[in-house]
C-alpha cells in the first residue's frame, strides 16, 4: 500500500513542472504561425546553459527535441482557436500575386474537424470542400473505369 500512494517522479515528468515553465514561456512568447525548427531550439537552448543542462540531465536530445515541437504545435493551435472566426476570411483566401501566380496558403499543423464546433464556418466549409473532393474522385473513378477494365473483365478479355 506504501508504494501505491508514492509520488513517482518520472511518471508525469513533461507535465507543466517548473524545469519546463521556461521551455514554454520561451514557446509562448514566439511570434510565428510556423512550427519551430530544431535550429532554433537549439540556439535557444544555447542562450541558456543553466535550463538546457537541467533538461538534458534527465531527457535525451530526442525526445527534448520532439517534446518542444508537441508542446509547440499546442501553443499554435490555441493561438488558433484565439483567433477564432476572426481571420477564417484571411487564412482561407488564396491570394494572387503580382506575377499572376497563386499562393495557396500554408495549413497550420493537425487542424481536424472532430475539434472545431459544427456549425462552425470552418467547419463547413472544410466539410463542403471535403464533399466536392470526394465527388471529384468518385467522378474521376467513373472515367477511368471506363479506360482501365476491372481484373475480372480482364480475365475474361484473355480467354475469349
Request: hydrophobic share 30%; aromatic share 8%; with cysteine.
Amino acid at each position: 500500500d506504501k508504494d501505491a500512494n508514492q509520488f513517482d517522479p518520472n511518471h508525469a515528468r513533461f507535465q507543466r513542472t517548473d524545469q519546463w515553465m521556461p521551455v514554454y514561456s520561451w514557446l509562448e512568447s514566439l511570434d510565428t504561425d510556423e512550427l519551430i525548427k530544431s535550429k532554433d531550439i537549439l540556439d535557444w537552448l544555447s542562450e541558456n546553459p543553466e535550463i538546457r543542462e537541467q533538461l538534458y540531465s534527465r531527457h535525451s536530445r530526442y525526445h527534448l527535441m520532439h517534446y518542444i515541437k508537441k508542446c509547440h504545435v499546442k501553443i499554435l493551435k490555441r493561438k488558433e482557436k484565439k483567433k477564432g472566426l476572426k481571420s477564417t476570411n484571411k487564412t482561407n483566401s488564396v491570394r494572387v500575386q503580382k506575377t499572376g501566380t497563386t499562393k495557396l496558403p500554408v495549413p497550420l499543423p493537425c487542424t481536424t474537424l472532430n475539434n472545431l464546433p459544427k456549425d462552425s464556418d470552418i467547419y463547413i466549409a472544410k466539410r463542403n470542400e471535403a464533399y466536392h473532393k470526394y465527388e471529384i474522385l468518385v467522378e474521376l473513378e467513373k472515367q477511368l473505369s471506363t479506360l482501365f477494365p476491372k481484373r475480372e473483365n480482364l480475365n475474361n478479355l484473355k480467354e475469349s
